[in-house]
Every structure is written in structure tokens, then in C-alpha cells.
């Protein structure tokens, strides 16, 4: 097995779980390179690191399977590892429709499985789990019991691991349009065409908190997707709720899953949603507004244009919520870290002119854990607030 021997004094954060090893990082070899192997990482006085994927191509040279220098990577490994995550979802009840398999989170470093009702949605993200494709395909298939898997890997992040994006059937005959029930609330997973794996399964959740903010109430969703917020929204008593998002389709399907569970409060505003914050002929005022929308920033170099972005919405909504509504803001950005999020609407607030009692932060549901040592793995925010 090949040794990937590091510059001197870089081992702390990786045995204190640091899921990576950087390029920049490594000093030497020790053995025959192949990238998508398991190799061996060493201090540079030759101590025992962990176990990970090699791949000299990439940015991230190594990503790490063990800290265990007794594990046999295999087959076996690869099945308790599945195992151990299952169980954890089965225990919080999430089995319906959970992610069941987060990546590096779960030790399990480039794989994605998302679970739909009898389906499962996958994401091969680095090279190494691409290269053993088929057999965790295997593992999947006997674990879960799943009628079929569906595969999303069109993501550019394959591309600096040497891959092309791809998606496709993996498994089974069947449609990639499925029932789900989130919650109680019925919606339509589009696995082949939908949004990362074909749903933001991260907000669980957060989106059943609208039972606390949508009782008599007009509520706004913006950036809705596939109307997750809305959805629940109506299921708790709101008297109004409108959807907005850009998309004609995620509009389509916003009206399509309102049909299914006879919510007939809901309507929809198909069109930007800054341009609908800062309408000045819009004289509309609701009594909650969520405020969900995609990664403004997935890059360092643009904070400074995304905190801009960020702030706006922000100061707009703040501006159409009643005296005493609620705002429920969120950033999927990792680079929009807390501290960087609580300031941004802290100026909102001051801008706006609005006093703001700040009730709740909430991060991605227990399905979607973080590693404590990688703080890039704590990507959602949120921030409910009392606006005054």
C-alpha cells in the first residue's frame, strides 16, 4: 500500500478528525501512485495517521476512510460503515425521506445517499468511491431494500476529481418522479431533474417550525423550490401563503404538491424574488416571511457580493413584515459562517429601521451532522427573528 508521507508538524488536525489532506500538505511518497486507491498516511517522522483515498490529481489529495490503523478497508469495512449510518437515521425516525449517507460526515468521504419512499438518490463525488461504484450499489441494494437508485453525479465538484458528471438509473425499473411524505405533508421528489439529489432534505426540520409562525396568518415563502415552507405553512392555518420562485417548473410543482394534500391558501409568484422584496408598487404586508434562498457564495472570493446579496433580502423583507411578524432567514453558504450571518442581519435590521428580538438559530437537520473538526461540514444557518 502506498505511503503518503506529510510535511512536518501536519498531523494535529488530522488525529483530531480533520476529514482531509491538502496537496500543499504532503511532503513525499512511499510506493506506486494510483489515484482512486487506498493509501496510507504518515507524519514525517513515519507515525501512523490514517487510511484514505489517494488521489494526486486533486486539490484534496486525501480524503480520509480511518484514524484506525487495524481496520482492513474491504468490503466489510464499506458494510458496517453503511450500517452504522442507517441506524442512526432509523433512530431519530427519518426513514421516510432522510439522507441517509452524508459524505465525510459519516466517514463515508464523496458519497451522497438520499432516501425517497422505496428509492434512493446517489451522488459519487470523489474518485475513490466512483471506483467502487458497483459494489456499494450492492451494499445499498441489500441494506435498505430499496426498489431503486437513481444516480445524480452531474456536479462540477467531479470534474476536479478527474470525473465527468453523469446521472442515470443505477437500479431498478422506475419512475424518477416519487411520492414522499415529509412530516405529514405530501410532495412530488423529482430524483431525475429536482434541485442536488432532487430535494433539500437538510431543512426537515426547520420547515415543521412553521407550526409555531403560520396559524392566521399571511406568510411568504421566497426562493420556495418545490414549496417545502409554503407547504407546511398551509398544513399549520395560514389564511394566505404565496410561493415565490424564479423557476417556472419549481412553480408548476409548488401548485402540483398544493393539490395533493387540498391546500387551496396557496398561490404562486413566478419571477425574481429581489425584484418582488423591492417592488415599490408593491403594497402587500405579511405576517411571516421565510427567506430560504440558494448559496450565494461558494467560493471565498465572492463573500463580500454574497454578504451584499444577503443583506438585501434581508432589508427588504424586514420592510414588508407586520409590527410583531416573524422572519425565518436562512444561508446554505459555508462561507457565510455564523458570526458573518448574525452581523449581515444585524445591518439589515439597523437599515431597515425595523428593532428585532432575535428568538432562535437552527442549523441542518440531525440527518446532515458535522464533524466538529471540520467546520466547512456546518453549512446551513438559520435565524428566526421577531421584527418589532
Known amino acids: 500500500m502506498l505511503s503518503v508521507i506529510l510535511n512536518k508538524n501536519e498531523e494535529k488536525e488530522k488525529l483530531e478528525g480533520f476529514p482531509w489532506v491538502f496537496s500543499n500538505e504532503v511532503n513525499s511518497f512511499d510506493g506506486e501512485i494510483v489515484n482512486g486507491e487506498v493509501c496510507r498516511v504518515l507524519t514525517n517522522d513515519r507515525r501512523f495517521v490514517g487510511y484514505g483515498f489517494l488521489n494526486t490529481s486533486s486539490k484534496i489529495m486525501v480524503r480520509f ?26 433512530k431519530l425516525g427519518f426513514m421516510s425521506a432522510c439522507r441517509l449517507i452524508f459524505a465525510e460526515a459519516d466517514f463515508m468521504p464523496g458519497l451522497i445517499v438520499d432516501k425517497y419512499g422505496d428509492y434512493l ?24 431494500g430499496c426498489k431503486g437508485i437513481y444516480e445524480r453525479s452531474d456536479v462540477p465538484v467531479r470534474l476536479k476529481e478527474g470525473l465527468e458528471e453523469v446521472k442515470g438509473p443505477l437500479y431498478g425499473d422506475f419512475n424518477p418522479r416519487v411520492e414522499v411524505v415529509e412530516n405529514g405533508i ?28 403560520s396559524k392566521d396568518s399571511t406568510v411568504l415563502d421566497c426562493f420556495s423550490n418545490v414549496g417545502g415552507f409554503a407547504l407546511h405553512a398551509c398544513k399549520y392555518g395560514a389564511k394566505r401563503v404565496v410561493a415565490a420562485d424564479i423557476s417556472r417548473k419549481a412553480c408548476d410543482d409548488i401548485l402540483y404538491n398544493a393539490s395533493l394534500n387540498g391546500f387551496s391558501q396557496l398561490e404562486v409568484s413566478c419571477g425574481d424574488v429581489f425584484d418582488l422584496l423591492r417592488d415599490p408598487n408593491n403594497n402587500q404586508v405579511f405576517d411571516t416571511i421565510v427567506l430560504d434562498p440558494p448559496a450565494f457564495t461558494k467560493d471565498k472570493s465572492t463573500v463580500k457580493k454574497a454578504y451584499r446579496g444577503y443583506k438585501e433580502i434581508n432589508l427588504q423583507a424586514m420592510k414588508i413584515i407586520k409590527p410583531g411578524g416573524y422572519l425565518l432567514t436562512f444561508s446554505c453558504s459555508q462561507h457565510m459562517t455564523p458570526d458573518l450571518f448574525m452581523q449581515m442581519v444585524n445591518e439589515a435590521a439597523h437599515d431597515a429601521k425595523r428593532r428585532v428580538q432575535f428568538l432562535d438559530f437552527r442549523i441542518q437537520s440531525p440527518d446532515h451532522p458535522a ?18
Open 65 to 90: 476512510l480511518s484514524l484506525n490503523e487495524n481496520d482492513v478497508i474491504d468490503i466489510e469495512f464499506f458494510k458496517n460503515r453503511i450500517i452504522t449510518a442507517i441506524k442512526h437515521r432509523e
Open 121 to 144: 438518490s446517489v451522488q459519487f463525488l470523489c474518485l475513490g468511491m466512483d471506483k467502487i461504484k458497483s459494489m456499494l450499489v450492492e451494499l445499498l441494494i441489500e441494506l435498505t
Open 186 to 213: 405530501k410532495f412530488i421528489v423529482d430524483m431525475e431533474n429536482g434541485q442536488k439529489t432532487g430535494y433539500f432534505l437538510d431543512q426537515k426540520l426547520n420547515r415543521d417550525i412553521m407550526k409555531y409562525y
Open 371 to 388: 464533524l466538529l473538526s471540520s467546520n466547512e461540514q456546518l453549512y446551513l444557518k438559520c435565524m428566526i427573528l421577531r421584527v418589532l
